[in-house]
């Protein structure tokens, strides 16, 4: 009796991959919303290139809300607003610490400039040697 020679199957088992896809997706449906916490601000809009930043650290962000109110977005409860004279002297314990901490001023669009140089001016004063704004990209019509 003839023996019929089996060759081997090479098929590609992709099974284990889709079990591992479904897994990553549960994991960042869950941890998306986290990552969007913050304070409502509702930014202006500017045309220009992100901030390259080599430094690893975290950014200081001090947002100003629609109402007036300032925001520390590092090491605070998100929602707590502060006056100018905590947020010298919180800024200027973080610039003690880590000098080359990157402060950066998130302002909404419909606040008073006002606002705004007097908290710059508190953010001098505090030792912070530049500050940057943070804008939004424009939003682009579809045809």
Known sequence: MA??????????NVVPYIDVMLVLMVIFMITAPV????????LPQAASEP???PKKEEPLIISITKA????IERGRDE??????DYVQRFVSKILKLQPQTDVMV??????????????????QAAGAISVGLVTEAPQTTGK
């Open 3 to 12: 023996r019929v020679k089996r060759r081997p199957i090479a098929e590609m």
């Open 51 to 53: 901030l390259k930043s």
């Open 79 to 84: 929602d707590a607003a502060a006056n100018l």
């Open 35 to 42: 990552l969007n916490q913050g304070v409502k601000v509702d």
């Open 106 to 123: 998130r302002g909404d669009k419909d606040v008073s400039y006002g606002k705004v140089i007097d908290l710059m001016t508190t953010l």
């Open 68 to 71: 007036g109110h300032y925001v």
